[in-house]
């Protein structure tokens, strides 16, 4: 294979891995905007249902206000009661007895319905609760994970910027000036393997002889379509044997 080819493929691989890892390392920022997101949301969840049986103790203590003022209208009426001197006094003070009574009960009936209602709000903002701690917990082993992937990849941009700056000096200036110009105007792409005639990157069938050409890599051929700098990678004999075979 021709030796400035073949440094080519060679720079195009880590030209591709080096703007992978860049990708990479400028999602990091989203990567932590979706890390609070998530425990935002299960945050939320758990204020939600602290606000809800923090409702529910406010109306049940209301309630139980309103017993406290009928309970003592009975006691006032009961004495009252005792001083009646008529028939129709004493009807007249057991209607309001009766009455206040009734709406004792229906007070206490309501103030059952927010005791269970409590009790299944409880159970809610335990869930939620849990839930926060377990998503905390989750978040954290993420966040650890990424700070090791973002140290491989750190590490991993800083070697190949190294081996990078190698073989860029060991390039022929015309052949590299070449290269840097298909790559800036084909986003960072500027090495395709060219594979039954065709250019494995726009697709678009090549010229016989351009393809016989290039199969020898034994000079820089472009692409006629995209203009990027082609090679072939011959199949290996076993496989072309058993490609060969019938069937």
Same mark, same amino acid.
């Given at each position: 294979m021709n030796p400035d080819l073949e440094r080519l493929i060679a720079l195009q691989q880590l030209d591709s891995a080096a703007s992978e890892a860049q990708r990479r390392l400028a999602e990091e920022p989203e990567r932590q905007k979706t890390f609070e997101a998530r425990l935002d949301a299960a945050r939320q969840r758990g204020a939600a249902a602290k606000e809800r049986l923090g409702e529910n103790q406010n109306v049940r203590r209301s309630i139980e206000k309103d017993v406290a003022v009928h309970q003592?209208?009975?006691? *006032?009426? !009961?004495?009252?009661?005792?001083?009646?001197?008529?028939? /129709?006094?004493?009807?007249?003070?057991?209607?309001?007895?009766?009455?206040?009574?009734?709406? /004792?009960? *229906?007070?206490?009936?309501?103030?059952?319905?927010?005791?269970?209602?409590?009790?299944?709000?409880?159970?809610?903002?335990?869930?939620?609760?849990?839930?926060?701690?377990?998503?905390q917990k989750a978040v954290d082993a993420d966040r650890k994970a990424q700070a090791i992937?973002?140290?491989?990849? @750190?590490?991993?941009?800083? !070697?190949?910027t190294r081996e990078r700056a190698a073989l860029v000096a060991s390039l022929d200036r015309q052949v590299l000036a070449l290269f840097e110009m298909v790559s800036k105007r084909r986003n960072g792409v500027a090495v395709a393997e060219a594979r039954g005639g065709i250019c494995t990157i &726009?697709? /678009?069938?090549? !010229?016989?002889?351009?393809?016989?050409?290039? @199969? @020898?890599?034994?000079?820089?051929?472009? &692409?006629?379509?995209?203009? !990027?700098?082609?090679?072939?990678?011959? /199949?290996?004999?076993?496989?072309?044997?058993?490609?060969?075979?019938?069937?």
């Open positions: 003592g209208r009975l006691s *006032k009426f !009961r004495d009252q009661l005792m001083a009646v001197k008529t028939n /129709v006094e004493y009807q007249a003070m057991q209607k309001e007895i009766e009455f206040a009574q009734a709406e /004792v009960k *229906k007070l206490e009936d309501r103030i059952l319905e927010r005791m269970l209602e409590a009790d299944d709000l409880t159970t809610e903002l335990k869930k939620a609760e849990a839930e926060f701690a377990s998503e992937e973002l140290d491989a990849l @750190r590490t991993s941009f800083d !070697r190949i &726009c697709h /678009v069938r090549l !010229r016989p002889q351009v393809f016989n050409t290039v @199969r @020898r890599n034994e000079q820089i051929i472009q &692409c006629d379509h995209c203009n !990027r700098i082609l090679y072939f990678t011959p /199949v290996a004999p076993a496989i072309a044997d058993s490609l060969s075979e019938p069937t």
